[in-house]
């Protein structure tokens, strides 16, 4: 299962989190010798077509969580270029949020509208990453059924 997650740093540091991403996933996976293999297995006399055809799946289903991580790889860049033109206002730093207030202040109500609407945000927020991996399970099992139609004897 995936997981979208959030991350806040310093826009210096963003490439970097970039990078551990990408690098991550190509650690784990390596799609080019899939695609090797299966031409190699392609120009064999005898051909397993089940295996054949379980391999094909599984390069599809990597190949989508790859072109998910660079669609996002991608955002965040296009993110970095339109901060560092100042077409985003950025958070102050750590360095320059002023101190928090002393403890003489109350705290807010639960009920407060503020509250309210950082709880219908997280709601939403929650609802939305469902719809997506809703999605992406609907395309995974029509890939699937794709393939058992195709392979089926």
């Known amino acids: 299962m995936r997981l979208r997650y959030s991350l806040t740093s310093d826009i210096e540091d963003v ?3 970039v990078k551990q991403q990408l690098e991550s996933y190509a650690g784990k996976v390596d799609l080019n010798s899939k695609i090797h293999k299966i031409i190699y297995e392609l120009g064999e006399k005898r051909i397993n077509f089940v295996g054949l055809g379980q391999e094909v799946l599984w390069l599809r289903q990597n190949l989508a969580i790859l072109d998910q991580l660079l669609a996002e790889s991608g955002d965040i860049i296009k993110a970095c270029q ?32 503020t509250a309210v609407n950082d709880e219908d945000a997280a709601l939403a927020g929650i609802q939305d990453s469902f719809s997506q991996l809703t999605a992406m399970a609907k395309t995974f099992k029509e890939m699937k059924d794709t393939n058992k139609e195709k392979y089926s004897t």
């Not at 901060?83 to 360095?95: N, Q």
């Open 15 to 17: 490439p970097k989190y």
């Open 82 to 113: 339109k901060a560092e033109g100042g077409e985003i206002e950025l958070p102050p730093s750590a360095e320059q949020v002023p101190p928090e207030p002393s403890s003489t202040k109350e705290a807010m109500p639960e009920n407060t509208p």
